[in-house]
C-alpha cells in the first residue's frame, strides 16, 4: 500500500483530519477507475459476444452493474478493486448460471486475446482459475489511459434473478426460495443480487461511509498484510458489521464521532464468537421455506453475519476471525482508540435482541424484547411481574417440525440458537406437578401440568379440557407404545418435559 500517516498514532479525535487527507480517494483517481470501467464494458457490450455463438445461441449483455467499493461509494484512495457485474441472456436460472458459467469465461477469455490487438488500450486477464474448481470470474488488469497505474478489476457473470426491480421494493419469496434450493456452496449466486448489495451500503450516510473506509483501511494495512495467504473474512463482512455498529449504536443517526465508533467496531471484532448479525430488508421469515433456512442458518456456531441480500452466504463462515480479534485487540491499546469519555460510547450488542411472543392458556399473547445473551430466569422474572403468577413457571417453545423443548434458566435464548422471533409458552406448576407436552399429528405441541400420580385419563381430560378432542377421540402414545387410561404416570415412568403423541380417533 502507499506509503500513509500511521493511524495507530493518530490521536480519536483526529480521525476524521486522517479520513479527510489520506483515505478519501482523490478526483484523478476515481476519473481511472470511471475511465478503465466504461471501457471494458464497451467492450463487452460492443466486441466480445458481436457475431458469435455460445452455447448454440447468441449471448446479449442484458445490463452491467459496477459492484464492490466502486458501487458502494466507500473507495480508498489507490487502493480500491473496481467490479463489474454482467448479467447475460444464457442464463436463464440459477442452475443454467451454475452448468454454464466455466464455459462463457473460457469464452471470454479467448477473446480478449484475440481482440487484445484491437483494442486500443490494453487488457490483460491475470487470474481465472480457482484450483480445480470451474473458474467463476475474471480478474483483469486494464492500462491507465493517463498513468502508468494498472487499475485492477474483477468481471463476475450472473444470472439476473431480480429483474427489473423498483427502487426499496423487496424481492419476491420465489426468489429466494429457487435461491435456496439451488446453491451449493454459501453465496455461490451471490452477484445476482448486485443491486441489492450495492444500494444497502451506497445510501448510508456520508459519515458512515467513511467509518468503513477507516475500517477497510485497518484491515488492509494491519491484518490481509500480515496474513496474505490466510483465509480472512472479507472486506464485505466487515462492512456489514460496521453497518450494524452504527445502527444499534446511533440508532442510525447520521452525525457521530469518529473514534467512538472505531472503538465500537474494534469492540465487536474483538468479541467476534457471539456475533449473530443479519436483516430482513430483503428476505425475511413470512415464506416458510426462506424462514425455516434462516433459522437453521442462525443456529450455526459464530461468528454468524448473514448476508442482507442473500441468506446462503454466512460470511462468518470458515474464516480466520481469531487473527483479526487479536489485531483489534492491539489496535483498541493505541492512541486512535481513546476516547474523551469512555463511559458514553456505542453500547452495541452481539446481535439484536429478539421478539418473544408470550402465550399462557386462558390470557391474551403479549411481547416483550430480550437480549438473546440474556440468561432465560431474567425473562422468567418479566413475565412473572407481568402475569403475576405464583406458581413454578416452565417456559418452553417448539421448532417448526420439532419436539417441544423446555427453556432452562440458566440458558440464554442463543443457547438454544434463538435469534430471530420466537413464541414461549408458559405454564405453572405446583408441587408435585410436573410438566408434559402433548404434540398432535399435525406436529403442534402444547404443554400440560399434571401430578405424576394422575391416570391418562385424568390427562385426556385436561387436553380436553383445554380444547382439544373429546376423551373417547383421543388415542394417546408414548415411545410407541398406546396408553391405557387407568395407567398413572408415574407407573409409566413418563417424566417431567417428556412428550406424547395425540392421535385423534377417525
Given at each position: 500500500?502507499?506509503?500513509?500517516?500511521?493511524l495507530?498514532?493518530?490521536?480519536?479525535?483526529?480521525?476524521?483530519?486522517?479520513?479527510?487527507?489520506s483515505?478519501?480517494?482523490?478526483?484523478?483517481?476515481?476519473?481511472?477507475?470511471?475511465?478503465?470501467?466504461?471501457?471494458?464494458e464497451?467492450?463487452?457490450?460492443?466486441?466480445?459476444?458481436?457475431?458469435?455463438?455460445?452455447l448454440d445461441?447468441e449471448?446479449?449483455v442484458?445490463?452491467?452493474?459496477?459492484?464492490?467499493s466502486?458501487g458502494?461509494?466507500?473507495?480508498l484512495?489507490?487502493?480500491?478493486?473496481?467490479d463489474?457485474?454482467?448479467?447475460?441472456s444464457?442464463?436463464?436460472?440459477?442452475?443454467?448460471?451454475?452448468k454454464?458459467?466455466?464455459t462463457?469465461i473460457?469464452?471470454?477469455k479467448e477473446?480478449?486475446?484475440?481482440c487484445s490487438e484491437?483494442?486500443?488500450?490494453?487488457i490483460?486477464?491475470?487470474?481465472?482459475?480457482?484450483g480445480?474448481?470451474?473458474p467463476?470470474?475474471?480478474?483483469?488488469?486494464?492500462?491507465?489511459?493517463?498513468?502508468s497505474?494498472?487499475i485492477?478489476?474483477?468481471?463476475v457473470?450472473?444470472?439476473?434473478?431480480?429483474?427489473?426491480?423498483?427502487?426499496?421494493?423487496?424481492?419476491?419469496?420465489?426468489?429466494?426460495?429457487?435461491?435456496?434450493?439451488?446453491?451449493?456452496?454459501?453465496?455461490?449466486?451471490?452477484?445476482?443480487?448486485?443491486v441489492?448489495?450495492?444500494?444497502f451500503?451506497?445510501?448510508?450516510?456520508?459519515?458512515?461511509?467513511?467509518?468503513?473506509?477507516?475500517?477497510?483501511?485497518?484491515?488492509?494495512k494491519?491484518?490481509?498484510?500480515?496474513?496474505?495467504?490466510?483465509?480472512?473474512?472479507?472486506?464485505?463482512?466487515?462492512?456489514?458489521?460496521?453497518?450494524?455498529?452504527?445502527?444499534?449504536?446511533t440508532?442510525?443517526?447520521e452525525?457521530?464521532?469518529?473514534?467512538?465508533g472505531?472503538?465500537?467496531?474494534?469492540?465487536?471484532?474483538?468479541?467476534?464468537?457471539?456475533?449473530?448479525?443479519?436483516?430482513?430488508?430483503?428476505?425475511?421469515?413470512?415464506?416458510?421455506?426462506?424462514?425455516?433456512?434462516?433459522k437453521?442458518?442462525?443456529k450455526k456456531?459464530g461468528?454468524?453475519?448473514?448476508?442482507?441480500?442473500?441468506?446462503?452466504?454466512n460470511?462468518?463462515?470458515g474464516?480466520?476471525?481469531?487473527?483479526?480479534?487479536?489485531?483489534?485487540?492491539n489496535?483498541?491499546?493505541q492512541?486512535c482508540?481513546?476516547?474523551d469519555?469512555p463511559?458514553?460510547?456505542?453500547?452495541v450488542?452481539q446481535?439484536?435482541?429478539?421478539?418473544?411472543?408470550?402465550?399462557q392458556?386462558?390470557?391474551?399473547?403479549w411481547?416483550?424484547?430480550?437480549?438473546?445473551?440474556?440468561?432465560?430466569?431474567?425473562?422468567?422474572?418479566?413475565?412473572?411481574?407481568?402475569?403475576?403468577?405464583?406458581?413454578?413457571q416452565?417456559?418452553?417453545?417448539q421448532?417448526?417440525g420439532?419436539?417441544?423443548?423446555?427453556?432452562?434458566?440458566?440458558?440464554?435464548?442463543?443457547?438454544y440458537?434463538?435469534?430471530?422471533?420466537?413464541n414461549?409458552r408458559?405454564l405453572?406448576t405446583f408441587?408435585?406437578?410436573?410438566?408434559?407436552?402433548?404434540?398432535?399429528?399435525?406436529?403442534q405441541?402444547k404443554?400440560?401440568?399434571?401430578?405424576?400420580d394422575?391416570?391418562?385419563l385424568?390427562?385426556?381430560e385436561?387436553?380436553?379440557?383445554a380444547?382439544?378432542?373429546?376423551?373417547?377421540?383421543?388415542?394417546l402414545?408414548?415411545q410407541?407404545r398406546t396408553?391405557?387410561?387407568?395407567?398413572s404416570?408415574?407407573?409409566?415412568?413418563?417424566?417431567?418435559?417428556d412428550?406424547?403423541?395425540?392421535i385423534?380417533?377417525?
Amino acid at each position: 500500500m502507499d506509503p500513509t500517516p500511521d493511524l495507530y498514532a493518530t490521536p480519536g479525535d483526529r480521525l476524521d483530519a486522517f479520513l479527510e487527507h489520506s483515505l478519501q480517494p482523490r478526483w484523478d483517481w476515481k476519473e481511472e477507475g470511471q475511465d478503465a470501467w466504461q471501457r471494458v464494458e464497451r467492450f463487452f457490450r460492443d466486441q466480445c459476444f458481436r457475431d458469435q455463438l455460445v452455447l448454440d445461441q447468441e449471448v446479449r449483455v442484458l445490463k452491467v452493474l459496477k459492484a464492490g467499493s466502486f458501487g458502494k461509494g466507500t473507495t480508498l484512495n489507490h487502493t480500491s478493486d473496481v467490479d463489474m457485474v454482467l448479467f447475460l441472456s444464457c442464463f436463464t436460472s440459477f442452475q443454467e448460471q451454475a452448468k454454464h458459467r466455466g464455459t462463457i469465461i473460457d469464452f471470454i477469455k479467448e477473446r480478449l486475446d484475440h481482440c487484445s490487438e484491437s483494442l486500443a488500450y490494453n487488457i490483460t486477464v491475470v487470474h481465472y482459475r480457482q484450483g480445480s474448481r470451474k473458474p467463476r470470474s475474471l480478474t483483469l488488469q486494464v492500462q491507465s489511459k493517463k498513468s502508468s497505474d494498472v487499475i485492477r478489476m474483477d468481471a463476475v457473470l450472473a444470472f439476473d434473478a431480480l429483474g427489473p426491480l423498483c427502487p426499496d421494493s423487496k424481492p419476491a419469496p420465489e426468489i429466494y426460495e429457487d435461491l435456496i434450493s439451488s446453491y451449493s456452496h454459501p453465496g455461490e449466486f451471490s452477484p445476482s443480487f448486485t443491486v441489492l448489495h450495492r444500494d444497502f451500503v451506497k445510501r448510508r450516510p456520508v459519515k458512515l461511509k467513511n467509518l468503513l473506509r477507516l475500517v477497510k483501511f485497518w484491515y488492509l494495512k494491519y491484518v490481509k498484510s500480515r496474513y496474505q495467504n490466510t483465509a480472512l473474512p472479507s472486506k464485505y463482512a466487515l462492512e456489514l458489521l460496521t453497518i450494524y455498529a452504527w445502527e444499534m449504536g446511533t440508532d442510525q443517526q447520521e452525525n457521530f464521532n469518529m473514534d467512538e465508533g472505531f472503538v465500537a467496531v474494534m469492540t465487536l471484532l474483538r468479541d467476534y464468537e457471539e456475533i449473530c448479525i443479519y436483516w430482513t430488508k430483503y428476505y425475511d421469515f413470512q415464506s416458510e421455506i426462506v424462514g425455516n433456512f434462516i433459522k437453521q442458518q442462525l443456529k450455526k456456531t459464530g461468528p454468524i453475519i448473514l448476508d442482507p441480500a442473500d441468506p446462503t452466504n454466512n460470511l462468518g463462515e470458515g474464516r480466520r476471525w481469531d487473527l483479526v480479534a487479536q489485531e483489534a485487540v492491539n489496535c483498541l491499546r493505541q492512541p486512535c482508540c481513546r476516547t474523551d469519555d469512555p463511559s458514553q460510547g456505542w453500547h452495541v450488542q452481539q446481535a439484536r435482541d429478539v421478539q418473544v411472543t408470550v402465550k399462557q392458556t386462558g390470557k391474551e399473547n403479549w411481547t416483550l424484547s430480550v437480549n438473546p445473551y440474556s440468561p432465560i430466569w431474567k425473562m422468567k422474572a418479566e413475565i412473572k411481574k407481568r402475569n403475576c403468577n405464583t406458581g413454578n413457571q416452565r417456559l418452553s417453545y417448539q421448532e417448526p417440525g420439532g419436539d417441544r423443548q423446555l427453556l432452562r434458566n440458566k440458558h440464554t435464548l442463543a443457547s438454544y440458537g434463538i435469534f430471530s422471533k420466537v413464541n414461549i409458552r408458559v405454564l405453572e406448576t405446583f408441587f408435585p406437578e410436573i410438566q408434559v407436552f402433548v404434540k398432535d399429528s399435525h406436529g403442534q405441541s402444547k404443554p400440560y401440568a399434571i401430578d405424576p400420580d394422575d391416570t391418562i385419563l385424568d390427562l385426556k381430560e385436561i387436553i380436553m379440557e383445554a380444547g382439544g378432542p373429546a376423551v373417547e377421540d383421543q388415542i394417546l402414545k408414548f415411545q410407541g407404545r398406546t396408553l391405557r387410561n387407568h395407567e398413572s404416570l408415574d407407573d409409566l415412568e413418563i417424566e417431567d418435559s417428556d412428550t406424547i403423541m395425540l392421535i385423534r380417533r377417525s
